[in-house]
Structure formats: structure tokens, C-alpha cells
């Protein structure tokens, strides 16, 4: 098996595709509800992305994380990861869900081969979720969450994008959650698309969160629970969970970036934040040799860059593309 190096020595071993641009949610920051929707025929088939995957553990992809829009929400999603969790040289499947349809499908997912979930919660207040995200479905997801522990989709991690003046008030509360009901919480910093409705939202830089918790107790910093992520982690006295944060805007991590995303319609991404991409659908659905369809991963990354300019000195970059359609 050969091993993918991009042009900054990093050693790209995680897949990340997003299998459809549908969502049963419509946060204020993606729009995913309302936006102009793909075709079905431009959407990857399952066959499509077995064998993307298949070509890409081949070279050197061990692990692959499911997203979109909402993968459950996706028809016979369980057969997808069934048939990722086939395909020789992948040992780490994980899904990215709003975890609505999770205790539906939890334990489905796990016989499949799911190994984890992360699971997105902005708000633990029911009126403030139907306006983050326009849906009335707060017990939804508690009930996901707790399905998920139950039938172990371990570790299961709770992603919180913290929006100033639209969650930041709720810091503490979701801090509080990693002592008294053992969640591992991750602090996201918003990222500024300026192509998803998402004008009027603003990021909490991580070090402004950090210095609020401080009133809960010293942050210790830990070993996190298992993933390929760059969230810096720690505890709080007496925590049973831990506090990721993830910097993408103070503190970006590009240097370890070891990722390679596929979109929804089949395009081969180097970077959530860049807008290059490769077309891939096209050469898959022409006949394409699976030869010709490494050239393409490895053109893919070849041309990955080495650091995203949505902050630092050649920003802002609009990312053109809408995060439901790359997959967050
Ligand atoms: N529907 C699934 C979900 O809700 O987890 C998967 C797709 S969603 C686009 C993936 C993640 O991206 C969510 O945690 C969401 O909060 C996050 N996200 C979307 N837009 C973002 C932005 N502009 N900045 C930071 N995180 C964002």
C-alpha cells in the first residue's frame, strides 16, 4: 500500500464525504433547510462511494467519517456504512449527525460497523434551538445522545458551534455537562463561509471561552477521547468528560491537517476552506479505471494547500461552496 503525502510532508490518511446535501434542520449559520437542493443524479450513489473509499484505503486512507447535510437523513443510510465497514484497510467509521434520527438508527448503525458518532448541539434551551436551527427537535437529540451511549458509539462527542450574542450565554451549562453527565463537549469557533446566510454571526475566539470557564474550576489539560481530530482537550475537577476546543479561526491547525473531503456531488476537496476541488463524479460514471481514479485522489492532494486564508494575512476568502453540500 502506498501512503498520500501532499506537498507539506503530511501523511493524508482520513476521508471525509458528504453524502447528501439534504438536511431535516435549517441552522441560521448553513441554511441547509432552505437553500437550492442538488439533483438526485447529482448525488453520489452508494456503489459511487464504496468504491471511492475501496480506491482510497488503497493508498493509504484508514479512516472515514460520514457528513453532509445529515447523513440519517440520507434513505438506507445504514447500508452505506455496512458497506464502508466491508472495505479491507479502513478501522475507523465515524459519523457526523444533528442526531435527530440517531435514536432511530443507533443501534442499526453500530451492527453496521459504526464506530462513533459526533453529535452537533448549539443550545440545551428549547425555544433558542427552534431558532438556531428551525426545528422543534431539542428532545430529539437528547434522546440520540443517550441512545447512542447506550448501544456504544463510544466516544460519543458533542459538537457546540458558540455564536457571540446567540450562544455564548450557554458556555457554562454545556462546561457543566462534561461533570455532571460525563459528555465530552466541543467548543467550535464559528468560521465566517459568507456564502451560507451566515452574515450577522460572529465567532467567539477559544482563549475569550477558556478564561469564561475558569470559573468552574482549573482546565487541565488531557489525552481526549479517540479520533484524528485537532481538538485540544481538557477537564474540569471533578469531570468525567472533557472540553475539546477546536481553533480554526485563532489558532488554525492546517500544519496536521491529514484530510481529503468528498462533496456531496462527487467533487475530490484538498481543504474545507479552500475552493479548489477535483471533479470526480464525471471520470467515475465514464467507465474510469480505478488506476485513473487514484491519479485523480492524488492530484487532489498534490494541490492541497498549505493553510487555509479564511483568517491570517490573505483573508477573508470567501468559501463559495456551502458547508452542507462539502460536509462539516
Ligand atoms: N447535519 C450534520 C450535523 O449537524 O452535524 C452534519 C453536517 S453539519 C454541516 C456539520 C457540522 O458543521 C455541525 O457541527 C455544524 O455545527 C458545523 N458547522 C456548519 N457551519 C459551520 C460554520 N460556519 N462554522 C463552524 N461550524 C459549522
Keep these: 500500500m502506498t501512503a498520500l503525502i501532499d506537498s507539506w510532508q503530511r501523511q493524508i490518511n482520513y476521508l471525509r464525504i458528504s453524502v447528501t446535501d439534504l438536511c431535516n434542520l435549517s441552522c441560521v449559520y448553513c441554511s441547509a433547510g432552505s437553500l437550492p437542493r442538488l439533483s438526485h443524479d447529482d448525488i453520489l450513489r452508494y456503489e459511487e462511494i464504496q468504491r471511492i473509499v475501496r480506491i482510497a484505503a488503497s493508498m493509504g486512507i484508514t479512516k472515514v467519517r460520514l457528513t453532509g447535510g445529515e447523513p440519517l437523513a440520507r434513505p438506507d443510510f445504514v447500508k452505506l456504512v455496512r458497506m464502508i465497514s466491508e472495505i479491507k484497510g479502513i478501522d475507523d467509521i465515524a459519523v457526523t449527525t444533528n442526531g435527530i434520527l440517531l435514536a432511530k438508527y443507533a443501534k442499526e448503525l453500530k451492527e453496521a460497523g459504526l464506530h462513533r458518532v459526533n453529535i452537533s448541539l448549539d443550545t440545551l434551551k428549547r425555544e433558542r434551538f427552534k431558532q438556531i436551527t428551525g426545528g422543534d427537535k431539542l428532545a430529539d437529540v437528547l434522546a440520540g445522545i443517550e441512545t447512542a451511549h447506550q448501544v456504544g458509539l463510544e466516544p460519543v462527542k458533542i459538537n457546540t458551534v458558540v ?16 461533570i455532571t453527565e460525563g459528555w465530552h ?14 452574515e450577522g454571526v460572529e465567532t467567539v475566539p477559544t482563549a475569550e471561552i477558556q478564561e469564561r470557564i475558569k470559573v468552574l474550576g482549573k482546565l ?10 485537532p481538538a485540544k482537550y481538557y477537564q474540569l475537577p471533578g469531570s468525567k468528560g472533557s472540553l475539546g476546543f477546536i481553533t480554526p479561526m485563532t ?15 462527487g467533487h475530490l476537496r ?42 491570517g494575512e ?4 470567501v468559501v463559495t461552496r456551502p458547508m452542507y453540500q462539502i460536509g462539516g
Excluded: W, Y
Aim: with cysteine.
Design 220 to 229: 487541565e489539560p488531557v489525552v481526549g477521547p479517540a479520533g484524528n481530530g
Design 251 to 265: 489558532e488554525h491547525f492546517c500544519a496536521t491537517c491529514n484530510r481529503l473531503r468528498v462533496t456531496s456531488d
Design 163 to 178: 455564536m457571540r450574542g446567540k450562544n455564548d450565554d450557554e458556555i457554562l451549562d454545556f462546561a457543566r455537562k462534561t
Design 314 to 317: 490573505l483573508a477573508p476568502e
Design 270 to 311: 484538498p481543504c474545507l476552506l479552500g475552493n479548489d476541488e477535483i471533479a470526480l463524479k464525471n471520470t467515475l460514471r465514464s467507465g474510469a479505471s480505478d488506476d485513473e481514479i487514484k491519479q485523480l485522489i492524488q492530484q487532489a492532494v498534490a494541490i492541497k494547500r498549505e493553510e487555509h486564508h479564511l483568517s
Design 185 to 198: 463537549v466541543r467548543f467550535i469557533e464559528f468560521m465566517p463561509f459568507g456564502s451560507c446566510g451566515d
